[in-house]
Every structure is written in C-alpha cells, then in structure tokens.
C-alpha cells in the first residue's frame, strides 16, 4: 500500500486510504455523509431558538411560568432525539 502522495508519477500504484479513513466494508471514507435522519436535530432548534414561541408567562405549571417550564421540557425531548439520530446514523462510522 502507498500514501498519497501530490506528486506520484502516473505509473505508480493507486493511493490507498489509511485505515482510520475506511469504513468497515472497505470503502474510503469520503466526503459529506448525510442521512435524512440527521434533520431530526433541527426539531429542538426549531423549537427553543425563536423566542415567540415561548416568550409568554401563562400557562404556569405548578407556579412556574411558561418561559421556564417549555425550555425545560425540551431537555429530555432533545435527548431523545440526539439518541434516536445516534443510533439511526451509528453504523455509517
């Protein structure tokens, strides 16, 4: 196996990949991996990022306003999703 090299003459062998840059089936990792799945991240985001949404004080909640009860509700709601993107994308390393 060689390494790539910028200036290798034409003859030579074909640059192989190192191997903390191959998937497991062999294939050289290269450029963006994207799965549909990775788009569920924008959910919290949608959902905490614009102020409007939550920027009010009513509903309370045991006597907490509902600026501070929806933020911590989308805690575990966050979690999940980051688990569930996780492991839906976990075999493409």
């Known amino acids: ?3 790539y090299s910028p200036d290798s003459e034409p003859g030579e062998p ?3 990949a190192p191997e903390h840059a191959r998937h ?3 294939r050289a ?3 963006l991996n994207f ?3 990775n788009l569920l991240l924008l959910i919290p985001l ?3 990022l614009p102020p ?3 920027n009010s004080v009513n509903p309370r909640i ?3 306003p509902f600026f501070y009860w929806y933020q911590l509700l989308w805690i575990p709601i966050s979690v999940s999703v980051t688990y569930v993107v996780y492991h839906a994308t976990r075999g493409d390393r």
């Open 46 to 48: 949608i959902g905490t």
């Open 14 to 16: 074909t640059p192989v």
């Open 24 to 26: 497991r089936d062999g």
């Open 1 to 3: 196996m060689s390494a």
């Open 35 to 37: 799965r549909l799945v």
């Open 29 to 31: 990792r290269g450029g």
């Open 62 to 64: 045991g006597g907490m």
């Open 52 to 54: 409007m949404f939550y």
